[in-house]
């Protein structure tokens, strides 16, 4: 099984290498692990929602918020 937690961690830290990452504060996974919070350094949030994802699913759709 996929750990989405560590899914969110690797994806935070390669979108901080991107210049993308220049706008993001932080990407948070909720405890049930069902949301992706995208916060922005402006103080906006985006909410991505991830409760029937696979790790490449969850990626995809974080992304495509962003993008």
Known sequence: MENKKDIVMFLEML???TRAGND???LLL???QTTVTI???NG???EV????DSGI???RDVVR???
């Open 44 to 46: 906006c949030k985006k």
């Open 65 to 67: 918020v962003i993008d």
């Open 30 to 32: 909720s405890e049930d």
């Open 49 to 52: 929602c991830v409760e029937a």
């Open 57 to 59: 699913s969850l990626i």
């Open 24 to 26: 993001i504060d932080k």
């Open 15 to 17: 979108l901080m290498a």
């Open 39 to 41: 916060q922005y350094r």
